[in-house]
């Protein structure tokens, strides 16, 4: 008889494992059946205390620590906000290494979420420290499960979690939908949350990019903003408040709108178009800016047509009549714009238009409130070329001399050349609209020059008002007058008798 060890020795690998597998199952199969038995019969104190000890014995010998972090805790209506944030981390940094992935449309998502699906695990390195990933599910309840070795205790629990949560809030923010919010007054969906903002998704196409702008503002207010938006360190260290103001000013058509859409979509902000002629009074005000979110451009246009400028002298009227709290004030305003500044945490950009700077009180727009003063202009032969390019996808042409000439001496709206250059039918080619932008420019030098004559004409009408005559061309003109009638006079005498004379005779 052959002894049982020689012939485990005789035996090939395969069938060794096989027969240690079968072995490992018989034991654990007898272990679960004592376990069993002592679930069953064991009162309940000694089974908590042989839980407790085979916890504490296996955490000895096992090196690694677990951290679960569940979708919905304690309130159960609302999802984790860790879990969230865990989730948009793995989805946008796990999605290459992951096997099975999982495509959703998430609410205020812009775009397809890929995220890994249950039970698919995952490493990541952090600092040399490697962690692994878990999504699991217990109970239909899901959780992340994060499991390192037990020497990386500090670095995981102090950095790596933070740096997850911060990352995954960040590029949760990057895939959000963003959104327009209105004051404006109209009807309002009920709602549950009583909001004072109704909004919808801001899908605007506007760049810095496709702006007929010089290339050299366009450079600095891009750095400006990307500078401003990177800077949550630098205001927390001089201790400001982390908020930019901008005013942007010029002729009607000259892309101040277009150029908030493109801040918005540079930072990916959302905007609060706040409608202050809709705002009943300075609270309603308060209350609005303070339910506008961070990482939002809160947006007045036409700041001097929307409120009374001249707010001091008003309020000082009002008060005498005994209403000085009806209405919104620029006091008002600047002090609720600052107070929110200041009292809240995240990033805000405010942005003010208008078509007449100079009507402005400097109180609104001094450097701290609107730190960042853009002209915008007419259309230079830069710009032109930008809006060429967007418009007719040409980079040169041999009628550009001509134009460049032409918008030298010419005045044109970045929105004029932009609609003179626009395809008007079809078959219109890029020569077609070259062509008729030409023109445009001709009838407008020529406009331009006329309303020029004009003006000068009224310019000296104006200086030569009677009153500012010399006396003696004074009376010369008073003479004139008398007699260039009593000419008049005569001469309407003489008609009359020359058809009465005519008409009698037949
Ligand atoms: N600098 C620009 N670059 C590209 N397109 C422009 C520019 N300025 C104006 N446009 C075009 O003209 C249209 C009107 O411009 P926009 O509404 O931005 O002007 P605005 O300065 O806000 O005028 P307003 O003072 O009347 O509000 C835009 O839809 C855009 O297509
Ligand atoms: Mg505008």
Known sequence: MSNPRASA????????????????????????????????????????FLERYSHRVTGYFYPYIKISIHEFTGDRLKRSEAYSAVEAYLSSNTSKSAKRLKAEMVK????????????????????????????????????????????????ITADYLNHVVNEGKEIRVRNRQRKLYTNSPGYKWPSYKQTMWSHIV?????????????????????EDLVTFSKSK??????????KRGYLLYGPPGTGKSTMIAAMANLLGYDIYDLE????????????????????????????????????????????????????VTLSGLLNFIDGLWSACGGERVVVFTTNYVEKLDPALIRRGRMDKHIELSYCTFDGFRVLAKNYLRIESHEMFEEIEKLMGVTKMTPADVAENLMPKSPNDNPEKCLLNFIQALEEAM??????????????????FEPSKFHPTVKKLSQFLEFHLIRKERNHLHLLRLNINQTLSRR
């Open 233 to 242: 360190d630098f205001y927390a260290r001089i201790g400001k408040a982390w």
């Open 108 to 155: 205020d998502s812009s775009n397809l979420v890929l995220s890994m699906d249950e039970y698919e695990r995952v490493t990541d390195d952090f600092r040399g420290a490697k962690v692994w990933w878990v999504l699991s599910k217990s109970q239909e309840k899901r959780f992340y499960k994060l499991t390192f070795h037990k020497k990386y205790r500090d670095i």
């Open 9 to 48: 020795e005789m035996l090939p690998p395969t069938m060794m494992s096989q027969q240690m597998l079968a072995t490992m199952g018989s034991t654990l199969a007898s272990f679960m059946f004592i376990w069993a038995i002592i679930r069953q019969y064991c009162p309940y104190e000694l089974r908590r």
């Open 446 to 463: 020529e406009e331009g020059a006329k309303k020029k004559d004009e003006e000068i004409k009224e310019h000296q009408i104006k200086r």
């Open 276 to 327: 202050l002629t809709a705002v009943k009074d300075n609270t309603e005000l308060r209350k609005l800016l303070i339910e506008t979110t961070s990482k939002s451009i809160i947006v007045i246009e036409d700041i001097d047509c929307s409120l009374d400028l001249t707010g001091q002298r008003k309020k000082r009227g009002a008060a005498e009549k005994g209403f000085s709290e009806e209405e």
């Open 202 to 222: 801001f899908e605007h196409p506007a760049t810095f990019e496709t702006m007929a702008l010089d290339p050299e503002k366009k450079k600095e207010i891009i």
